[in-house]
């Protein structure tokens, strides 16, 4: 069978006129369209949550606020090189500060006191809570190297996650510090160890040269209420606490977080009384105020005393 080829001519094209009908359809089609994606758009701004509401305020006041916030952060730091000067009259300028912190070194130190952030607590932090760890860290380091006296620093089971975290700031392992993947009692006499834990029995009166004082590295929120304790005594360590109730009142938990117990340490180590430094350095929100003369310290029970199967000597 023969095949017939057929030819059509561009000149023969009629173009085909679309009908009133077929416009209308298409006008309805494009009109349909449109109106989803309005109703779309409206029920994504209504499907907003209250706290991302809330979120996007903020931070839209926040930078309406940040000229203001700078103003007052660089009024705040004139008043800290201000009272330097008072502190120390050999600081006059920034050089000398910067001179004067670089000499103040656990090497120099005339403390021999160790103090010690416990990082075995990974896998009870999730990411956000292991950065706030991490930066308590970086602030207990800035405390350090501004004290006087600078108490022999530690930072132990650095590994996982929480060294994953550390590992973002370029230098740490420059820093005057004793960085260890290993824990605590790998890398210390455990007979000079003693746990920092609030529900402890024992009271600490003052750090002793020579001795490790351990603070747990956890930051959970009171999720884990009594942990440090409990290991403390499992492993058979010595363990105590601040002696909060000795000295001031406070209308919240005595659970403080690690930098605020390691520069209370620090201020105690270099002179400052424990009433002072509580006062100076814990937050208003705990609501920490000074025991009243009349009020009497309760003294410890005897029970108490003889129930002591890990003394702090």
């Known amino acids: 069978m023969e095949t017939v080829a057929v030819t059509v001519s561009e000149t023969n094209c009629v173009p085909i006129e679309k009908s009133d009908s077929d416009v209308l359809n298409s006008n309805n089609l494009t009109s349909n369209a449109e109106n989803v994606a309005s109703k779309a758009d409206s029920t994504s701004e209504v499907k907003k949550s209250k706290n991302q509401m809330k979120r996007e305020a903020k931070n839209a006041k926040r930078l309406e ?24 009259p050999s600081i006059d300028s920034l050089h ?10 656990m090497a120099n130190s005339n403390c021999h006191v160790g103090l010690v952030i416990d990082l075995s607590f990974d896998d009870l932090m999730d990411e956000k809570s292991m950065a706030s760890c991490v930066k308590q860290i970086l602030r207990c380091y800035s405390i350090n190297r501004r004290a006087a006296n600078p108490v022999q620093f530690y930072v132990t089971g650095l590994s996982g996650k929480s060294l994953t975290e550390m590992s973002k700031h370029n230098g740490y392992m420059n820093w005057d510090v004793n960085f260890h993947k290993e824990q605590f009692l790998d890398v210390l006499d455990k007979e000079k160890v003693v746990y920092l834990t609030s529900d402890s029995e024992n009271i600490i009166e003052n750090f002793d040269d020579g001795k490790f004082y351990v603070i747990g590295g956890l930051v959970d929120h009171n999720h884990n209420k009594g942990l440090c304790h409990k290991q403390a005594v499992e492993r058979g360590l010595n363990h105590g606490r601040l002696p909060i109730d000795e000295y001031i009142c406070l209308k919240t938990r005595k659970v403080l977080t690690i930098d605020h117990v390691f520069n209370i340490a620090v201020n105690v180590c270099n002179g400052q009384s424990w009433k002072d430094a509580f006062m100076s350095i814990l937050p208003t929100r705990k609501g920490a105020t000074e025991l009243s003369s009349e009020v009497e310290v309760p003294e410890i029970s005897s029970d108490i005393e003889t129930s002591e199967s890990i003394p702090l000597e």
């Open 65 to 88: 606020n940040k000229a203001e916030r700078r103003a007052i952060e660089r009024e705040k730091n004139k008043i800290k090189r201000a009272k330097r000067r008072l502190e120390d």
């Open 96 to 105: 000398s500060l910067r001179k004067k912190l670089k000499d103040s070194t």
